[in-house]
């Protein structure tokens, strides 16, 4: 894998400047039923703010508030800016799109995988600031796996975390299909560069697209892309 897509850069230097920091996000249901299928073009969704000064959102899916039960976001930290210490009860997950994002735990450049298991916490921050996509509050209590792998030298497929779900880095060097067919647990794909196509029209990087295990749909990669996706999740 060489440098991510310049588009993760673009989208981070266009958000919004908040001068102050926000309310709490009030409980919301967005993209929430997992039994159905999802796609959000990031370039055109909205930011949200948060109750940290500096550190925006662009909601994927949610499920509740602040101290959610699900949420799957686009988050943005401005340079010298942190978020409260806080605890993951069901696990967190990210990759980091632009910039470098950091706690107490180590320094994650564009390019890095985490997931930190059931229980961790952290007080995260970002001095030249950042583009993560985050998943919260997503793992089985049992999972005590951590891991934080780059991306950066990575030429081939590659599983990031195969168990109870599977996670991969994929280049599409020759284009790639993937259903529900073939991943009866659901697919979840957030397109890092290059195209694909998907309900009969092409989609370019930064495409977050969702099919759930049900989905008679099918997303192709085209020569090229490279994308992460999680599968085996939705149908738990």
Same mark, same amino acid.
């Given at each position: 894998? $060489? ?5 993760? &850069?673009?989208? +981070?230097? @266009? &958000? ?12 919301? !249901?967005? =993209? !929430?039923?997992?039994?159905?299928? !999802?796609?959000? =073009? ?5 930011? *949200?703010? @948060? ?11 949610? $499920?509740?508030?602040? /101290? ?8 943005? +930290?401005?340079? #010298? ?18 910039? *470098?994002?950091?706690?107490? =735990?180590?320094? +994650?450049?564009?390019?890095? +995988?985490?997931? #930190? ?5 952290? /007080? ?8 993560? %996509?985050?998943? %919260?509050?997503?793992? &089985?209590? #049992? ?30 060097? #020759?284009?790639? /299909? ?31 697209? &969702?099919?759930? !295990?049900? @989905?008679? @749909? ?19």
């Amino acid at each position: 894998m $060489n440098a991510l897509d310049p588009y993760w &850069r673009r989208l +981070y230097e @266009s &958000r919004p400047h908040p001068d102050q920091q926000a309310d709490a996000l009030p409980d919301t !249901a967005f =993209n !929430a039923d997992l039994t159905q299928p !999802a796609i959000i =073009n990031t370039e055109k969704a909205q930011w *949200v703010p @948060s109750p940290a000064p500096g550190v925006q959102r662009i909601l994927l899916e949610r $499920n509740g508030g602040e /101290k959610t039960t699900r949420a799957t976001s686009l988050v943005a +930290y401005e340079p #010298n800016s942190q978020f409260a210490g806080h605890e993951h009860p069901l696990g967190e997950e990210f990759l980091v799109l632009a910039g *470098v994002f950091s706690d107490e =735990n180590g320094d +994650y450049p564009a390019g890095t +995988y985490v997931r #930190n298991p059931p229980g961790s916490e952290h /007080k995260p921050h970002s001095q030249p600031g950042c583009l993560i %996509l985050v998943k %919260l509050q997503q793992f &089985r209590p #049992n999972d005590r796996d951590h891991a934080v792998i780059s991306l950066s030298q990575l030429t081939e497929p590659t599983v990031l975390f195969d168990d109870y779900e599977q996670v991969h880095w994929w280049p599409a060097r #020759n284009h790639l /299909k993937l259903t529900a067919e073939d991943h009866p647990g659901g697919i979840e794909l957030l397109l890092l560069s290059g195209a694909c196509d998907y309900a009969g029209r092409p989609w370019g990087a930064g495409t977050w697209i &969702r099919l759930p !295990a049900t @989905s008679l @749909s099918t997303i192709e990669l085209a020569d090229g892309a490279e994308a992460w996706v999680k599968t085996g999740h939705l149908g738990q």
